[in-house]
């Protein structure tokens, strides 16, 4: 299967009233895809591309992240390279730790884990990566192709719910879309993604007047703000389809941002979390890896 051709797999059930976007299903798809193309070039006498991991300090959170990205990368036969650095790592070595991955030949993309040690500036890190070797989709070069239309290495989470609306049939062009979130690692890069799917797009934030009313205009709506089951099923217009981008940890697990067992009773389609858009997003990261290696981005 070629990568352009990942979307026929059974992924959508039946749960409640809407249809199940099951990321999980998709993104299994995805890999597998990677997984063929890498094999293929490999037998073809190239080598496996690699992804270098960057991690500093000793937050057990982004160790677990790093470690599953690693984890992902073996299993589709991409190579790995991680590199460690202390928590007290100065800026100068940092950014020549980045360097020397960008000049690496072997390197295809670099993933700086965020956040880092509060001396360091993970924006400027995360600048520092070649723009043909940022995975991530994160640097400033990267956001301003995706903003003009041009070719480029584009961020992880919302190219993967790009690609979860594309297998469940969601057609963006001319409907009314409505990114909850304006974050740069997230809200900015999907709206533009919409809008060069021919979307009408809105982003909604913090400061936004009556969010509920906005929400129930959408005809796809995509929530990303770090609030456990902000959107409540009245803030739904009958039939949309509800992406559910946030990830919770509470007492009650793992919960979205959308009220799930309240969304599912109005919604047309809804991805659920887990096993909704987090699969998704370190597909899309094996995938850019096999992309940086396969084109000249710059
Ligand atoms: P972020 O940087 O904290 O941004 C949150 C956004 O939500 C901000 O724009 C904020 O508005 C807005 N917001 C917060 N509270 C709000 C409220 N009560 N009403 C309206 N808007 C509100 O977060 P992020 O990095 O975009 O991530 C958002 C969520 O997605 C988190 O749960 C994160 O864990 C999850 N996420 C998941 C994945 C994945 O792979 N599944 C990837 C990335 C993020 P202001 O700008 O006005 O403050």
Same mark, same amino acid.
């Given at each position: 299967?070629?990568?352009?051709?990942?979307?026929?797999?059974?992924?959508?059930?039946?749960?409640?009233?809407?249809?199940?976007?099951?990321?999980?299903?998709?993104?299994?798809?995805?890999?597998?895809?990677?997984?063929?193309?890498?094999?293929?070039?490999?037998?073809?006498?190239?080598? /496996?591309?690699? #992804? $270098?991991?960057? !991690?500093? =300090?000793?937050? %057990?959170?982004?160790?677990?992240? *790093?470690?599953?990205?690693?984890?992902?990368?073996?299993?589709?036969?991409?190579?790995?390279?991680?590199?460690?650095?202390?928590?007290?790592?100065?800026?100068?070595?940092?950014?020549?730790?980045?360097?020397?991955?960008?000049?690496?030949?072997?390197?295809?993309?670099?993933?700086?884990?965020?956040?880092?040690?509060?001396?360091?500036?993970?924006?400027?890190?995360?600048?520092?990566?070649?723009?043909?070797?940022?995975?991530?989709?994160?640097?400033?070069?990267? /956001?301003?192709? #995706? $903003?003009?239309? !041009?070719? =480029?290495?584009? %961020?992880?989470?919302?190219?993967? *719910?790009?690609?979860?609306?594309?297998?469940?049939?969601?057609?963006?062009?001319?409907?009314?879309?409505?990114?909850?979130?304006?974050?740069?690692?997230?809200?900015?890069?999907?709206?533009?993604?919409?809008?060069?799917?021919?979307?009408?797009?809105?982003?909604?934030?913090?400061?936004?007047?009556?969010?509920?009313?906005?929400?129930?205009?959408?005809?796809?709506?995509?929530?990303?703000?770090?609030?456990?089951?902000?959107?409540?099923?009245?803030?739904?217009?009958?039939?949309?389809?509800?992406?559910?981008?946030?990830?919770?940890?509470?007492?009650?697990?793992?919960?979205?941002?959308?009220?799930?067992?309240?969304?599912?009773?109005?919604?047309?389609?809804?991805?659920?979390?887990?096993?909704?858009?987090?699969?998704?997003?370190?597909?899309?990261?094996?995938?850019?890896?096999?992309?940086?290696?396969?084109?000249?981005?710059?």
């Amino acid at each position: 299967m070629g990568l352009s051709n990942v979307y026929g797999v059974p992924g959508l059930g039946k749960r409640g009233r809407a249809r199940v976007i099951d990321g999980k299903a998709i993104a299994k798809a995805e890999r597998e895809a990677v997984a063929l193309a890498v094999a293929r070039l490999v037998a073809a006498g190239g080598h /496996a591309p690699a #992804l $270098a991991t960057v !991690l500093i =300090g000793d937050d %057990p959170a982004s160790a677990v992240y *790093v470690g599953s990205k690693i984890k992902a990368c073996e299993e589709v036969g991409l190579s790995s390279v991680h590199r460690h650095l202390p928590a007290d790592a100065s800026r100068e070595q940092a950014l020549a730790l980045i360097d020397e991955l960008n000049s690496d030949p072997r390197v295809s993309g670099i993933l700086c884990q965020l956040p880092v040690p509060a001396h360091l500036d993970g924006t400027e890190l995360t600048n520092r990566i070649d723009p043909g070797k940022d995975v991530d989709g994160l640097t400033v070069a990267s /956001a301003g192709r #995706l $903003a003009l239309g !041009l070719p =480029g290495l584009r %961020p992880c989470t919302p190219a993967g *719910v790009m690609a979860m609306l594309e297998h469940a049939e969601v057609r963006p062009a001319g409907r009314d879309t409505m990114v909850l979130g304006r974050s740069n690692l997230f809200g900015k890069p999907m709206a533009q993604m919409l809008i060069a799917a021919d979307a009408t797009a809105t982003v909604c934030h913090s400061r936004t007047a009556d969010l509920a009313a906005r929400c129930r205009e959408a005809d796809v709506l995509i929530a990303a703000v770090g609030r456990p089951r902000m959107v409540k099923g009245s803030w739904i217009k009958p039939g949309a389809t509800v992406i559910d981008v946030g990830i919770n940890r509470g007492p009650a697990g793992l919960v979205g941002d959308v009220d799930f067992e309240e969304a599912v009773a109005v919604a047309g389609a809804i991805s659920p979390v887990p096993g909704g858009v987090g699969p998704m997003t370190i597909a899309r990261l094996l995938r850019n890896t096999l992309q940086a290696a396969q084109s000249n981005v710059d």
